[in-house]
Each structure stands twice: as structure tokens, then as C-alpha cells.
């Protein structure tokens, strides 16, 4: 399984589309086992669910998304987690270990991401 997580730094980041980039975990078995990080390609409406998806990944985490992007992770078959928050290496530790469940919450404010994981 790859879950990605739109990161700022080694954080969570506030808006998945709007991160530094998605750092991608390799979990086999309940462990991950590598990582890597993917610069973000640019916002573009629809384009970041084909992107992800060309990558394999299989979950995206984020502090906040909008609900047109959620609906079209989903239909990539991507699952959506979010209103996650903190080190982003602690969000997937809680993730794989069944701790961590989206708060099904929309982002609806782009005019400055730090809104959408209120």
C-alpha cells in the first residue's frame, strides 16, 4: 500500500493542494518501510487525483480538501483522510495502526490554506 501525505516540511499540511508536496510511504505488512518525496506538480483542478493515482497511491491523508477533490480521489480509488494534523510520519504510524479516521470535513477556504483544518 503508498499512502501519501501533502506535506509542508515533515508536517501534515493544511491543504492538499496547495502543499510543499506529498511525501509517499511504502507500508508492507502494518510497517512502513520507505520513503519518498514528490515536489507538488501545481494545483490544477482535477489534476492531482490522476496524479497520485499514476503513482500508485492508495490513501491520501491532508489537514483539509475541497469536496470536488475528495469525490474525484474516490473515484480513482484513492481513499480520503482528512483533518489530519501534526508530524506526518506520526499521522501514517496512527493510520496503519487503525487510529486515525477522517473527519469527513470540506475544505472550503482557498484564500489561505491554514482555514481548512479548522
Known amino acids: 500500500m503508498k499512502i501519501a501525505v501533502a506535506s509542508e516540511g515533515k508536517n501534515v499540511s493544511g491543504h492538499f ?5 506529498f511525501t509517499i510511504y511504502d507500508v508492507v505488512e502494518s510497517k512502513s518501510l520507505n520513503k519518498s518525496f514528490t515536489p507538488n506538480p501545481g494545483h490544477k483542478p482535477g489534476y492531482l487525483p490522476v496524479f497520485l493515482k499514476e503513482l500508485n497511491v492508495n490513501v491520501i491523508i491532508a489537514g483539509g480538501m475541497g469536496e470536488t477533490a475528495q469525490q474525484l480521489f474516490n ?18 504510524q496512527k493510520y496503519i495502526n487503525g487510529e486515525l479516521k477522517s473527519t469527513g470535513s470540506v475544505c472550503t477556504q482557498h484564500e489561505h490554506e491554514v482555514h481548512c483544518n479548522e
Open 17 to 21: 493542494g496547495y502543499c510543499e508536496g
Open 75 to 92: 473515484e480513482n480509488g484513492i481513499e480520503v483522510v482528512v483533518g489530519a494534523q501534526g508530524f506526518s510520519e506520526d499521522v501514517v
